[in-house]
């Protein structure tokens, strides 16, 4: 091969510049151009409420900001999902405090965050936008961590007993075990849920954007900004701009980021027999054939090789190689340390619940005093909104299980429907909801609907994402032999649906309806409480009480709201989603 390759090169010379190479350049010069205008915006000039420019020129530059946002914001959500969720599958202890704290903090929507944030990293940077732009950043990363926490959880709690006693029997390590068995076994639920949380972070763009606490507005300059200005203001043009803009960065970055990852992710589906492959993605081709790419792997590779050759010179010249280390911490100073670290840890330990639990006590204490502060009849209101809010929640939930489940099995199943209909759905699922709102209220109150069954309707509209791409990546893990199998002895297909594909998808399943209804609580504060053609549209709900509260800096009521929205959502979740949860991880783990 070495011969054939240096041939080519000799005589049949390949091409200075490829479009790999072109494609290569052109990232590399958005990214450069992307770290100056976020560098430039974060040292700016504190300035809470940036004028908005609706002409068609500002749109390029809102757009990259945006983009750069929902970036940063995903890289700190696969960080804390990494970390926090393999924590909270493999440490008893991390489950009973990891798995509590994300059913709260899951349930509060994005303007729960929105005060302590703002207010808080605003005193910290006064003089530059440095602290509105981190605010932007965690409210975004609020909207997309949960879900990603839950399927890494989900998935690595799921991992076959089979596969985990070969990782024991190997001697792997818990980092080797990571690298070797978790994260390979969890990136296809990983990657989709990773897509659908890109998703969940453009849905609340315009509220990370802009929004108005009390008397005062902040706004950034961005696409959910721009967006949220038109929508006020009635600009009809700006807003098909705002739309048009917004479906050109979710289209380029589904051609660039997502589909290379969903395509590299599915040599990880678990099956013996070996299923059609998707056609490879045209970045990865074009990649392939630069020559830039190629230099800096083969850079690296020989740096690699080099560093190598020298940690197995250094442990051949101490004598006893690879066997020194293991050595040493079973016995000698090395062990006497290790044992004493361990009580240190201990100790460590208990001091950060101690401290851990004197916060919250204070904290609790310090709600306490507010919530005593509300009336009977404000607790009644609170009531019946929470009420109304809970039957939308559950008949988008409903509404999206019953057409999302069938299709995302019926997609999952079928190498050429996957080809087809996963760039459509990967750019519909990512494109966000609100900036739809308008057309769709259009419809609706053309169809006779009142706001009441609409806004359920535009809890639909983001919601029914969370239980497609949970299907579709249980649908993609269902094993292609025993489909096989059944098809030969001629299951019918109703048989077939309840024996094999919705018992390999109900796990993956479950995440998704336990993130539909967290995310159709969330999608509340935007679906129930609205400005549409210059009128202000507002129904009886817990999403409309948080948005007014938030707006005239109601902080009795807010903290009021948001305590009966955690309380619900962390009550359903102990009696109604932990059960499920149990059942989907024994009866239905994929184990042989």
């Keep these: 091969m070495r011969i054939n390759l240096q041939m080519r090169g000799k005589f ?6 490829s479009l790999g190479d072109a494609l290569v350049l052109l990232v590399i010069a958005t990214a450069i151009f992307g770290v100056v ?4 915006q974060w040292r700016a000039e504190f300035h809470p409420a940036t004028e908005i420019d609706l002409s068609a020129w500002a749109l ?3 757009t990259m900001l945006s983009a750069a946002r ?12 990494i970390c ?6 493999k440490s008893r202890l991390g489950e009973r405090l990891i798995l509590p704290a994300l059913d709260v903090l899951q349930t509060i929507p994005v303007l729960g965050f929105l005060p302590g944030l703002v207010l808080g990293l605003i005193s910290l940077f006064p003089n530059t936008n440095m602290g509105l732009e981190l605010a932007a950043i965690l409210m975004i990363v609020t909207s997309q961590v949960w879900n990603m926490t839950f399927s890494f959880y989900s998935s690595v709690k799921s991992i076959p007993e089979e596969m985990s006693e070969a990782a024991t029997m190997m001697g792997l390590s818990w980092y080797q075990r990571l690298l070797r068995l978790e994260l390979p076994f969890s990136a296809v639920n990983l990657a989709w849920n990773s897509l659908l949380s890109m998703a969940g972070g453009w849905f609340f763009l315009t509220v990370c954007e802009a929004f108005t606490l009390g008397d005062r507005q902040f706004r950034l300059p961005g696409i959910g900004s721009y967006m949220a200005v038109a929508i006020s203001e009635g600009n009809r043009t700006a807003m098909a701009l705002g739309v048009a803009a917004m479906t050109a960065l979710i289209i380029v970055m589904d051609f660039v980021i997502w589909r290379p990852i969903l395509a590299w ?12 492959e998707p056609i490879e993605p045209l970045v990865q081709m074009a990649i392939r054939d630069s020559r830039i790419v190629r230099f800096l792997k083969t850079s690296f590779r020989e740096r690699r090789t080099r560093k190598q050759r020298k940690v197995l010179d250094r442990e051949q010249a101490r004598g006893l190689g690879a066997f020194q ?3 040493e911490i079973l016995s000698g100073p090395k062990a006497r340390r290790l044992y004493r670290s361990r009580w240190w840890n201990r100790i460590a330990v208990f001091l950060i619940l101690t401290v851990l639990g004197a916060f919250l006590g204070w904290g609790g204490a310090r709600l306490f005093e507010i919530l005593s502060t509300l009336s009977r009849g404000e607790w009644t209101l609170l009531l019946r909104n929470t009420v109304w809010t809970w039957i939308r929640v559950m008949l988008a939930v409903v509404l999206s299980t019953l057409w999302a489940v069938p299709v995302g099995i019926w997609i999952g199943t079928s190498p050429r429907r996957i080809r087809v209909a996963q760039p459509v759905i990967q750019v519909l699922a990512s494109f966000p909801a609100p900036m739809l709102f308008p057309v769709a209220l259009f419809v609706l109150f053309r169809l006779g609907f009142n706001f009441d069954w609409a806004s359920m309707v535009l809890m639909l509209l983001g919601v029914q994402w969370y239980v497609l791409f ?5 649908a993609l893990r269902i094993p292609q032999e025993l489909d096989f199998a059944l098809r030969l002895m001629e299951v019918p297909r109703w048989e077939r649906w309840k024996t094999l594909y919705l018992p390999c998808v109900f796990p993956s399943l479950v995440t998704g309806w336990v993130m539909a209804t967290g995310g159709a609580w969330n999608a509340s504060i935007v679906a129930e409480y609205m400005v549409f053609q210059g009128r202000l549209y507002q129904t009886g709900g817990l999403g409309a009480t948080l948005t007014v509260a938030a707006a005239n800096a109601d902080f009795r009521m807010l903290a009021a709201s948001l305590t009966m929205m955690v309380g619900v959502v962390i009550a359903f979740n102990r009696f109604v989603w932990a059960p499920i949860y149990r059942e989907a991880q024994t009866r239905y783990r994929m184990d042989a």
Excluded: M
Excluded at 37 to 40: F, G, L, W, Y
């Design 12 to 17: 049949f010379p390949q091409r200075l510049f």
């Design 325 to 327: 280390e293991p050595l």
């Design 265 to 276: 992710v599915r040599r990880y589906r678990i099956e013996d027999v070996p299923g059609a």
């Design 470 to 474: 949970n299907a579709l990546a249980g």
């Design 70 to 81: 929902g970036l940063i914001a995903y890289l700190i959500s696969l960080s804390f999902t």
């Design 84 to 89: 926090v969720g393999y924590i909270g599958a």
């Design 60 to 62: 390029p530059k809102y």
């Design 37 to 40: 205008s976020t560098s430039n």
